[in-house]
């Protein structure tokens, strides 16, 4: 097995001899450190180096960690590489602005070894599944870009990644596009049809027995015959998808933007990712169980 490559970049010596600590004892992961902004800038522009995920303390002297994830994430070899931004701010508008600079991912000082590995996790997870919905894109034909309108049905996760996939290359740019509706048909099957909460989200993450309990509620007799439903409408304009779950709804006005309160769980950014990256709009309606998501038909959402 592979094992996933990690830059660790602390200025301080303790953090990172605590680190590498953490890290020898997981078989898994392969670690390089930086010392400063800088050193790791170098080490990421050698293109012989490459990495599975980034974990950055924030205040460094010189360039710092804001500034090198900005650079990150402005250079597109290395823009989809998952960071971890680690700090000792406890203030909303210093979380906010990390987490709007692309580290959807942030640990708070100081935090346990156990919450450390269930963040690194949860970002090795989702960037693997976003590299794998980035390559179905090609299984599909472009004449998915005359498609005008369109009903879906899908039960399960994996036929989420599937659709999702396909119905990004009716899209004008269906790079920005599978990563957001991939999100939306998930949410509608684990939130909406499979009942699974917020909190339990978290705690299954942390536990790493996720799937396994989503395949559970799956077979349950009350949710085999439950799918969510997408709607495709392209216009002059706009494509509108419309996705409807058999559930009970949501606060979803609490998962449109970032939340600094809930920055360092495992899960629940995947809306206000998809906001952000994928679509115009997004609003909900009926209980919170209707998803409809717009992107701009006639050029790459910006």
């Known amino acids: 097995m592979n094992k996933s490559r990690v ?5 301080e010596e303790l953090n990172l001899e605590i680190l590498c600590e953490y890290f ?3 078989n898994n992961f392969s670690l390089r450190t930086a010392a400063d902004g800088e050193a790791a800038w170098q080490i990421l522009l050698d293109p012989a180096e490459s990495f599975d995920v980034i974990l950055l303390d924030r205040m460094m002297p010189g360039l710092d960690g804001i500034g090198l994830l900005r650079r990150i994430k402005e250079t597109p070899r290395l823009a989809d590489i998952p960071v971890i931004l680690q700090t000792a701010a406890d203030t909303a508008s210093e ?3 990390g987490l709007e600079a692309g580290a959807y991912y942030y640990l708070t000082k100081p935090y346990r070894r156990d919450a450390l590995f269930a963040i690194v996790h949860a970002a090795l997870t989702d960037a693997k599944a976003h590299d794998s919905l980035r390559r179905r894109l090609n299984d599909h034909i472009n004449s998915l870009q005359f498609l005008t309108q369109g009903d879906f049905s899908i039960r399960t996760i994996e036929e989420a990644g599937q659709l999702a996939s396909f119905i990004a290359q009716a899209c004008p740019d ?3 596009a599978v990563l957001g509706i991939s999100e939306l048909l998930i949410n509608a099957v684990e939130h909406g049809n499979l009942g ?11 536990e790493d027995c996720w799937q396994a309990e989503i395949d559970r509620r799956l077979a349950l007799p009350d949710n085999v015959a ?4 997408i709607n495709f409408i392209r216009s002059t304009n706009d494509i509108t998808l419309r996705i409807t779950d058999q559930g009970s709804g949501f606060a979803w006005q609490d998962f449109l933007e970032f939340s600094p ?3 360092c769980d495992p ?15 997004i609003s909900y309606e009926g209980c919170g169980n209707i998803a409809v998501a717009t992107i701009p038909s006639d050029s790459p959402k910006n």
């Open 24 to 26: 020898d004892s997981e």
């Open 267 to 281: 899960n629940g950014r995947g809306i206000a990712l998809a906001r952000m990256m994928s679509f115009a709009s």
């Open 95 to 97: 979380i906010r602005e």
């Open 174 to 176: 269906a790079d920005r």
């Open 7 to 11: 830059l660790v970049v602390d200025d």
């Open 196 to 206: 699974l909460s917020y909190q339990e989200k978290s705690t299954l993450k942390l």
């Open 261 to 263: 309160e809930r920055a």
């Open 226 to 229: 439950k799918r969510v439903k």
